[in-house]
């Protein structure tokens, strides 16, 4: 006997993976013989083909005037990093770490750009050497880089990271409207603008970026718009023409049950208006959307192996030699509210049609380390593979892989 399945809605289809012979492909390898090959679980995979994809997709919508840059904090795996430095038109980083990631991954710098809001001064100075453009994000920062270009004899190159006067509606990260740590406050840029003026940097423009996963293009598009017609008003005290409008992203990709994928072809449209818009009102501007986890969650998976299988008052579980610590967002704990479960299967019986509800915990001796709570999973057993999708964004790097001891996980590019 076992416990019903505690959620109604279901999750999108995961069909990006095919599955043969009862596996899932990965790589264009069958699951069982890809983690022979990586030789050991748990490990996290992302694949090429699918990460090739998902920017062909953009590139169809999207004008072909706007820029498309990746956010490379959701997974700066430097193999990743190299291979979306191929495809995409820029990265983004947020520390001096990433940023000689981005460099040695052989990203042109004239189209990196750096931002966050606590950049050290010795961290300014690696950017300006690397002649990188910096979203500024304080009054503090100008005056640190005046001094920094003065010395190195290279005016830094800016752009403002607004923090508007509106916040983006639907989206599970909310990065500016209201007080924020982000960017400077829309109230204070005439002052900013000036000061950047006077301290001789080059001002190439405005970054916005309201929010982060965001299911609503509906939303999406009044967030751009917003921006955009901001961006446009703060043009008036800008000590030189806009040349360079980061207008975010946020888009979000399906995690939970009852989410669906994102539809583009409105946000497509509506970026094309403010394009044409923009050839008179802003006629030097490039248009940048920066996005994250929209261009490597889906490609990515986490495979760990079931090393024990117990019934507990009816329940099954199905314990994993890999969990919170390699995969904190799947076990709910990295910003969710409420807990719910990511897209799972077990990998190698993939077509199973003989399903229980079953559990898949990690090994951590918490009960915080569940990666898939009381779900419909094909019957499995000690030696199987459980794999979480979705898994290509906020992965390894932002769990604390050292919480308790356990080996580190492995990551491939597939
Ligand atoms: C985190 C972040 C992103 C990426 O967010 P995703 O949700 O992964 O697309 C983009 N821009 C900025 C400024 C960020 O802080």
């Keep these: 006997m076992s416990l019903p399945e505690r959620q109604l809605p279901v999750h999108a289809p995961m069909n990006q993976f095919p599955v043969k012979d009862g596996e899932l492909v990965v790589g264009g390898e069958r699951l069982s013989h890809l983690a022979a090959r990586v030789g050991q679980t748990p490990f996290y995979a992302y694949d090429r ?181 901001l961006a446009v008003r703060l043009a008036q005290d800008a000590p030189q023409p806009v040349r360079f409008l980061n207008l975010g992203g946020g888009f979000g990709i399906p995690y939970f049950p009852g989410e669906q994928r994102l539809d583009l072809t409105s946000i497509g449209d509506n970026l094309a208006q403010l394009t044409q818009r923009a050839k008179t009102e802003l006629p030097q501007a490039e248009f940048v959307i920066e996005l994250g986890r929209y261009l490597v969650g889906e490609a990515g998976i986490y495979v760990t192996r079931i090393v024990d299988r117990k019934v507990s008052r009816g329940q099954v579980y199905l314990v994993a030699d890999g969990g919170l610590h390699h995969h904190l967002s799947a076990s709910g704990n990295f910003g969710q509210v409420v807990r719910k479960n990511y897209p799972v299967t077990i990998g190698n019986k993939a077509d199973l049609t003989q399903k229980e509800t079953s559990s898949v915990v990690g090994p951590l001796c918490t009960p915080l380390d569940l990666l898939a709570d009381r779900m419909s999973l094909p019957v499995a057993d000690v030696g199987d593979l459980a794999v979480i999708y979705q898994s290509g964004a906020y992965g390894a790097s932002a769990s604390p892989q050292s919480f308790l001891g356990h080996p580190a996980c492995i990551e491939v590019l597939v």
């Excluded at 004239?110 to 050497?129: C, H, I, N, T, Y």
């Excluded at 994000?137 to 010395?151: C, G, K, T």
């Design 49 to 229: 083909a699918l990460l090739r994809s998902r920017v062909d997709e953009l590139r169809k919508v999207l004008p072909a005037t706007v820029k498309l840059h990746y956010a490379m904090k959701a997974n700066p795996m430097p193999a990743v990093v190299g291979f979306m430095a191929g495809l995409v038109d820029g990265i983004d980083v947020a520390s001096a770490g990433e940023l000689k990631v981005a460099l040695d991954a052989g990203a042109n710098p004239k189209e990196v750009s750096f931002a966050g809001p606590g950049k050290r001064d010795a961290e300014l100075r690696q950017a300006v050497a690397s002649r990188v453009l910096i979203n500024l994000e304080s009054f503090r920062e100008v005056v640190a880089l005046e001094v920094i270009s003065n010395e190195l004899g290279l005016p830094a190159r800016v752009a403002v990271r607004v923090n508007p006067d509106f916040e983006l509606k639907g989206s599970g990260m909310k990065m500016g409207g209201g007080p924020k740590q982000f960017g400077v406050d829309v109230e204070q840029m005439p002052a900013l603008l000036a000061n950047i003026g006077r301290a001789g940097l080059a001002f190439e423009g405005f970054h916005l970026f309201a929010g982060s996963q965001n299911l609503r293009p509906d939303s999406i598009c009044e967030a751009q718009q917003k921006s955009y017609e």
